[in-house]
């Protein structure tokens, strides 16, 4: 059977675009259609704004640092539709660099809803209908809404780039890296942020050590964390309703409402698009904007999958293989509509080993082992490998751990703390994880990830001179662990 293409991506993110524009240069006819935005969520609506607002916050803590250091600064007023106009551009010039790559490498690009009608064939929702030996899925997911009555009146992920102008106050519901994220972003914007999550400590599934210190860090900033906490109720906000103080950063430690009756603020006016909230807590407050980062779904729906016959899990997920195949053979899939780790370079790993083994006749499963990630709180969270709870259930372990002071803002008075640390196998003396909490621990993790992987030991560390004086040298020179496990 002659086909139309040899390969149809449906999704124009990162992953759908590099396995695209790689297949067309080892000489295959590949074709890709993008209902929205070619970038996907990473580069118009994921980490590259969000990154982009994170340098943008920083700035608030630098004339502290900068009077204490002898210069003569300060704190000017945050210009949100300035900073805004000046993002929008540059998101479109990505967007046009992803273009401009399918087009320089002979791909066709459709931009239109694609859907599929049989195994092999791809339906637009422009009425076009095309042909491909194999068809890749590479749509993604978008951000969640807890099952809430009155859960339309918050806003998700996706709509915190679009703001004409920043709320004065925010609720963000969420202990995950999106909600600490942009807590610490509106935080550092000068947004008043509140912040409830339901479990007993924010980042769940990272090193508790490193979660507790970064907890603290936000607090400290002003952000009024609650933990164990919970939206009860909310509705449009009115006049009559009346609000008690957020509570002080023990109350949130706590997760506790403020008890005392002078907490009790007057009533406030009505403002337009404020949201009264009742807390599980007890606590009543309006605030001028709710944000949930309660979750994300891959972007199944109506994509044609169930009629074609491929197997959906239980989060609506496209189950593949370790080859990214599903169970339908010549349909594939990638990134994070197949919920595996659902990060943009894994997506774009995937990609290429989609390539290598249905071109290239190289059968290669993707790694999903040892993968370096970061959280760009305030501060930076990076980590690679196993966290000290996951390791000692696997094995006995020994721990390196050292939590300091940093020397430029220690000089300012400041009372920013960082975590370096280092699980270690006692059997077989390897790093199994490695956990960074301090400014540019992002950077940091990239580097120490390629020694995790390659399978380094503490010797290995050990052996190494360090760069002095820097934050990072400390993973060179612990010499007796903290503890054991």
Not at 42 to 47: A, D, S, W, Y
Not at 355 to 378: C, K, M, R, W, Y
Not at 414 to 436: E, F
Request: with cysteine; hydrophobic share 40%.
């Amino acid at each position: 059977m002659a086909f139309d293409y040899d390969l149809f991506v449906i999704g124009g993110g990162s992953g759908g675009v590099r396995a695209a524009r790689v297949a067309a240069q080892g000489g295959h006819k590949v074709a890709l259609a993008e209902e929205d935005r070619y970038g996907g969520t990473c580069v118009i609506r994921g980490c590259v704004p969000k990154k982009l607002m994170v340098f943008a916050s920083e700035f608030a803590h630098a004339p502290t640092e900068g009077q204490a250091y002898g210069w003569d600064l300060t704190l000017g007023k945050f210009d949100w539709s300035k900073f805004s106009k000046h993002l929008n551009t540059e998101l479109d010039r990505l967007e046009g660099v992803y273009r401009s790559l399918l087009k320089n490498s002979g791909v066709d690009s459709f931009d239109a809803r694609a859907r599929l009608k049989d195994a092999h064939t791809v339906e637009l929702s422009d009425g076009q209908s095309f042909t491909a030996k194999h068809i890749l899925l590479a749509t993604g997911g978008h951000p969640t809404r807890p099952d809430l009555p009155n859960a339309h009146l918050g806003m998700v992920s996706d709509d915190i780039f679009h703001l004409d102008a920043l709320p004065k106050s925010v609720l963000i519901v969420g202990g995950g890296y999106i909600a600490c994220e942009f807590a610490c972003i509106l935080n550092g914007l000068g947004v008043e942020v509140t912040q409830y999550y339901r479990g007993a400590q924010i980042l769940r599934g990272f090193d508790e050590e490193a979660r507790g210190l970064i907890a603290e860090s936000m607090r400290e900033t002003g952000i009024n964390l609650f933990v164990g906490t919970n939206i009860l109720e909310m509705v449009p906000a009115s006049e009559d309703h009346a609000v008690s103080h957020a509570g002080t950063a023990s109350d949130a430690a706590m997760g506790a409402p403020a008890k005392d009756s002078e907490d009790l603020l007057p009533k406030t006016a009505k403002r337009d698009g404020a949201v009264w909230v009742k807390a599980t807590n007890g606590a009543e407050n309006v605030f001028d904007a709710v944000f949930f980062a309660t979750g994300r779904d891959p972007n199944t729906k109506d994509l044609g999958l169930e009629d074609v016959g491929v197997e959906i899990g239980r989060r609506g997920e496209i189950v593949v293989d370790e080859y990214s195949q599903t169970s339908v053979p010549s349909i594939y899939a990638i990134g994070d509509v197949t919920n595996r780790v659902n990060l943009t370079p894994v997506a774009i790993r995937e990609g290429m080993a989609f390539v290598e083994t249905v071109f290239n006749g190289n059968p290669t499963p993707v790694d999903h082992d040892l993968i370096p990630s970061a959280v760009f709180t305030q501060p930076e969270f990076g980590t690679v490998g196993l966290s000290e709870e996951e390791a000692r259930e696997k094995e006995p372990v020994d721990i390196y751990c050292t939590s300091f002071r940093p020397m430029r803002t220690a000089f300012a008075g400041m009372p920013n703390r960082v975590l370096m640390k280092l699980v270690v196998s006692k059997a077989t003396q390897k790093v199994l994880g490695c956990h960074i909490v301090a400014p540019g621990a992002g950077e940091m993790i990239q580097m120490a990830g390629i020694a995790v992987k390659m399978g380094a030991t503490k010797q290995d560390f050990d052996r190494t001179v360090a760069v002095h004086p820097t934050m990072s040298e400390e993973l060179v020179t612990m010499r007796e662990p903290m503890r054991s496990a």
